[in-house]
């Protein structure tokens, strides 16, 4: 089996069979999300009380159990897949507008998500102390700070308690989003989440792993209007960044565009997030898309950077006007359709199931099987322009990493499938990605594989 090293690795009990099985299709309706959670408990329990039900029993387990891994691994691997299928069908009650094609989440959906991603995420790491010999101490993740789990947080100070439910919908942050003047396609795949807590400190943060494929998500503040600024002028300054993580990326990867938007407001270097607010680059981007492309509501607010306010220069508005037009149009999606990939494997029950997988912090980034046979899937979105040559591997770290796996799938009608063996029970890592020919995986996003064995 040849050596493959990895390059650009940068920073996605219920009628388990039937649910998992189903493909994720958001819903084109209106509908208001419930807040309840039936997984692992038996009965309907609001998304915050199955949380710290959720949380007191996995500390009992632990204690019960301490000393005897073996029937503490199976109880867990039951309630990963219960609390997985959950989490799957959440992510599939959503709002996704019919022809621009993003999603909105509503803030009840959004709740459970992040709950639900939590238990997921905890069960998954005990499972791991436990194959790794080690008896779990870890403690349950606050539901209120930033951990790799769940609906992610971009300041220290994570999460606060909302007073009260958000007074906007579904329907305001649709309205809002469908006045910008863009192309159809240019939001595909785009995750709005309209939050039941609060982003201390923020009316909405934006998000992205840089990853070949549109993979950002925006997530909106409980308290979004009692706090400046508005609903329209918080979303419009996300989309900026979303336009700028999605069309350009980083500074490093490509600082020919980036550099016609600093020769543009006049400044002569890149200003990363070290530096405040009002300096930042990025920053800057996104205040020009407020004022460029957003409504009446959206421009209202006070211009917030220190770059010149292009309301005031029409040579500003109609050039960074040019720059954006120009990303989108000249930019093709390509690579691999993130919002729809899955990997099926066979559950503790000898049923063949189906996952929805993702890169982002709250959709199910590991899986847990008990069989040696995975299989990955996805759908794939090509400019028939350029070369795509897909490549999946499968590495175990033991403390080096060491190739178990790997396949080339082809790409037909737009879709690959590949299977993957895994040789023994333990912690495993695929990785997507595509090749040049060489032995090197490009551009890859992970999934981390838990193969317990026969439980």
């Not at 000393?67 to 959440?90: C, D, F, H, M, Q």
């Not at 980083?250 to 997030?273: A, C, H, M």
Request: overall charge neutral; hydrophobic content about 35%.
């Amino acid at each position: 089996m040849p050596r493959l090293k990895i390059r650009s690795l940068l920073s996605p009990v219920l009628m388990i069979a039937v649910i998992l099985s189903l493909l994720w299709m958001p819903s084109p309706l209106l509908a208001a999300g419930s807040s309840n959670i039936t997984a692992v408990y038996g009965k309907s329990l609001p998304y915050d009380q199955w949380y710290q039900t959720d949380k007191a029993h996995m500390a009992a387990l632990l204690q019960k159990y301490k000393g005897n891994s073996r029937p503490l691994i199976k109880i867990l691997v039951t309630e990963w897949y219960e609390i997985t299928a959950e989490l799957g069908a959440a992510l599939g009650e959503c709002y996704r507008e019919p022809v621009r094609q993003y999603l909105v989440y509503d803030a009840p959906t959004s709740g459970r998500i992040h709950v639900l991603s939590l238990a997921r995420y905890y069960r998954e790491k005990v499972l791991s102390d436990l194959l790794a010999g080690t008896y779990p101490t870890r403690g349950y993740p606050d539901r209120w700070s930033s951990t790799p789990a769940g609906i992610p947080s971009s300041v220290s100070n994570g999460f606060s308690p909302a007073s009260q439910p958000p007074d906007f919908g579904v329907n305001d942050v649709v309205a809002v989003v469908n006045d910008f003047d863009l192309p159809p396609s240019t939001l595909r795949g785009l995750a709005f989440y309209i939050l039941p807590f609060n982003l201390t400190g923020y009316a909405g943060s934006s998000h992205t792993r840089f990853l070949p494929g549109c993979e950002e998500s925006i997530y909106l503040s409980a308290s979004i209007n009692k706090e400046s600024p508005p609903l329209a002028v918080t979303i419009a300054h996300e989309l900026g960044h979303y336009i700028h993580y999605q069309y350009i990326g980083t500074y490093e990867r490509d600082p020919v565009k980036w550099r016609s938007f600093l020769n543009l407001i006049g400044e002569d270097d890149f200003q990363g997030s070290s530096n405040r607010f009002e300096d930042n680059t990025e920053e800057h981007f996104a205040e020009y898309f407020r004022m460029v492309y957003g409504s009446a509501a959206s421009r209202g607010f006070r211009f917030r950077t220190t770059a010149p306010n292009p309301l005031y220069r029409p040579d500003l508005f109609y050039g960074f006007k040019r720059i954006v037009d120009g990303l989108v149009s000249q930019s093709h999606p390509s690579y691999y359709d993130v919002n729809n990939m899955r990997i099926s494997v066979i559950d503790y029950r000898g049923r063949a199931v189906s996952i929805p997988v993702g890169v982002r912090s709250e959709q199910i980034n590991t899986i847990v099987t008990t069989s040696p046979l995975l299989r990955f899937s996805s759908s794939v979105i090509l400019n028939p322009e350029d070369p795509f040559n897909p490549l999946v591997t499968c590495f175990r770290f033991d403390p080096k990493a060491v190739l178990v796996d790997h396949a080339t799938p082809k790409v037909d009608q737009g879709y690959i499938s590949c299977s993957i063996r895994l040789p023994k029970p333990g912690i495993y890592t695929l990785f997507v990605g595509e090749t040049d020919g060489s032995k090197d995986i490009l551009n890859s996003m992970s999934f981390k594989i838990i193969y317990t064995g026969n439980i």
